[in-house]
């Protein structure tokens, strides 16, 4: 069983800076890949960024790929999501996810399918005005 609590969230001007991170429990987080999706009013959970159990793969979506980076600190059991260059088009509710995996090959299959993850946070929302 793994609990994960998301913190970090709040408002910010556009073209502004916020840190997520992401704090699990259980001592096997570290065997999880860890991703962090968001899901705007009106709109369907989309993916943004997804990272290796041990860091060494990190995926991002297009929209946001060169302004956020996903790391994590295992021995910390947590996750974080640096967030630069925010936009009013990042305004969402971000969740961070663990998802248990076999290979780097099946995680490759699986990162961007919400429906593949085994836990989620209850998110922290994100605001960025204009």
């Known amino acids: 069983q793994v609990h994960l609590v998301e913190s970090g969230g709040g408002l910010v001007q556009a073209g502004g800076s916020l840190r997520l991170s992401c704090a699990a429990s259980g001592r096997t987080f570290a065997t999880y890949g860890a991703g962090w999706f968001r899901q705007a009013p009106g709109k369907e959970r989309e993916f943004e960024a997804a990272i290796s159990r041990r860091g060494t793969a990190a995926y991002y979506a297009d929209s946001v790929k060169g302004r956020f980076t996903i790391s994590r600190d295992n021995a910390k059991n947590t996750v974080y999501l640096q967030m630069n260059s925010l936009k009013p088009e990042d305004t969402a509710i971000y969740s961070c996810?663990?998802?248990?995996?076999?290979?780097?090959?099946?995680?490759?299959?699986?990162?961007?399918?919400?429906?593949?993850?085994?836990?989620w946070g209850q998110g922290t929302q994100v605001t960025v005005s204009s």
């Open positions: 996810t663990a998802l248990q995996y076999d290979s780097i090959t099946d995680f490759n299959n699986l990162y961007r399918r919400p429906d593949e993850y085994d836990y």
